[in-house]
């Protein structure tokens, strides 16, 4: 799995990638509920502290989309329509699904995409980030880790934003970065 870290990185930048004209709903409060929405799927892991077996079926497309389609519903019951609610539902759906992205982008753990619908577990053969590691503040590998993921992840996403602004010039020094990282993460033992 990716860190909370890492999921929240992406949520940022979903949020900074998206349209700067959305006034209906605090920007600081949308960036927190985008953030709370990329961390979501994890919740299973505090269910398997309270010993409810859910086997990772948070990392479904269906689970995925649930926080999304209720979130978008609120929306509407604000009164928010037209292109500001395109621009929502596309960030809040994007930050769900981009927990799954990095999650199968680290190459460890199968993940049940097709829950209900199929019992079939995706895991990709490589891996261009790192997985979390052992959560624990004493751990050397959890914090290489981390910076690895953030090596990647960082660069990516402001390179996404500068090119939305116009302003490429150091797009390919941080496609250097972010590569150089994945080539790193791409050589740990999975």
Not at 26 to 41: H, K, M
Not at 130 to 146: E, T
Not at 174 to 186: D, E, K, Q
């Amino acid at each position: 799995m990716s860190s909370f870290v890492g999921h929240g990185i992406a949520a940022i930048g979903i949020f900074s990638a998206g349209p700067k004209d959305q006034a209906a709903v605090s920007r600081p409060l949308w960036l927190i509920w985008l953030i709370l929405v990329a961390w979501t799927p994890d919740i299973d892991y505090l269910m398997i502290l309270l010993h409810i077996d859910v086997r990772r079926l948070t990392h479904s497309i269906l689970f995925c989309t649930l926080l999304p389609l209720l979130t978008v519903v609120v929306l509407m019951t604000q009164g928010i329509s037209g292109d500001n609610l395109k621009g929502y539902s596309l960030q809040v759906i994007t930050a769900s699904l981009s927990h799954l992205v990095l999650d199968l982008l680290v190459g460890v753990t199968p993940l049940p995409l097709q829950w209900p619908f199929a019992d079939q577990l995706y895991k990709l053969p490589f891996g261009i980030l790192p997985s979390a590691g052992q959560l624990d503040i004493a751990n050397p590998l959890l914090w290489r880790n981390l910076l690895i993921e953030t090596g990647v992840l960082l660069p990516t996403f402001l390179s996404i934003y500068l090119i939305r602004k116009n302003k490429p010039q150091f797009v390919p020094a941080l496609a250097v970065v972010a590569t150089s990282f994945a080539y790193w993460a791409s050589t740990l033992t999975r």
